[in-house]
């Protein structure tokens, strides 16, 4: 069993709709990250989290510590959100322990 | 632009060749990772590094591979005796150890193909 796991692996949508991809972790943890990775593979971080909810623009990212939960929304979803999110954690020192991402793709 | 360069963009070697990358974090971090991403798969941890010392290194990372950060600013990543199962894409970033909520900058990859 993975030390992150995500889901779903594969999720499509129409515009406009609300989206949301969860992530289920097994590990202690000092932060979880939300990623997004466009195709050619550059990574953007778009939230971290350690505790409660965190909201930019159309994003919210929520972390539950006790229930080792996390799940990323987004609201009013464009074709330009098409990407892969990626969940990952950071102990101690930082290094990040990633799942497998979910590749979202938002038809027009 | 995240601030974090990677050099090359794309690699194609023959099995066997050695070939080196370089990562360029943000100017005043001190920590830089480095992590391999295959085809279909999340990131993987390789190493990393507070200012010059490597400080922990994954299992992932055989005798072929060394990392160096010599001044505590860039870094490289050497693989010798490419085999293709080293096929993937090396990802870098780097964070800056002041609090715990500072977060890592990636940079955009160099992308591995050993024939």
């Known amino acids: 069993k993975n030390e992150v796991e995500q889901s779903p692996q594969n999720l499509t949508a129409q515009e406009g709709e609300f989206i949301t991809i969860n992530c289920s972790y097994s590990v202690g943890i000092s932060a979880l990250h939300w990623l997004q990775q466009h195709p050619g593979g550059g990574i953007v971080s778009l939230f971290m989290l350690s505790s409660g909810k965190k909201k930019h623009g159309r994003l919210i990212a929520t972390i539950n510590i006790q229930e080792k939960h996390s799940s990323l929304h987004i609201t009013a979803s464009h074709p330009r959100d098409s990407a892969v999110y990626i969940c990952a954690v950071g102990g101690s020192n930082y290094k990040l322990t990633f799942g497998k991402g979910t590749l979202l793709t938002v038809n027009p | 632009d995240t601030g974090v360069s990677q050099n090359p963009r794309h690699k194609i070697t023959k099995r066997g060749q050695n070939v080196t990358f370089r990562c360029d974090p943000i100017?005043?971090?001190?920590?830089l990772y480095w992590y391999r991403q295959t085809l279909g798969q999340g990131p993987e941890f390789l190493t990393y590094f507070q200012n010059e010392a490597q400080l922990e290194k994954s299992r992932l990372l055989s005798d072929r591979f060394s990392a160096e950060r010599p001044k505590g600013s860039f870094s490289t990543l050497e693989i010798q005796r490419t085999e293709q199962g080293d096929s993937a894409m090396y990802l870098c970033?780097?964070?800056?150890?002041?609090?715990?909520?500072?977060?890592?900058?990636f940079g955009p990859g160099t992308r591995l193909t050993v024939l």
């Open positions: 970033a780097s964070r800056l150890l002041v609090s715990s909520y500072n977060e890592q900058f």
């Open positions: 100017s005043e971090h001190n920590r």
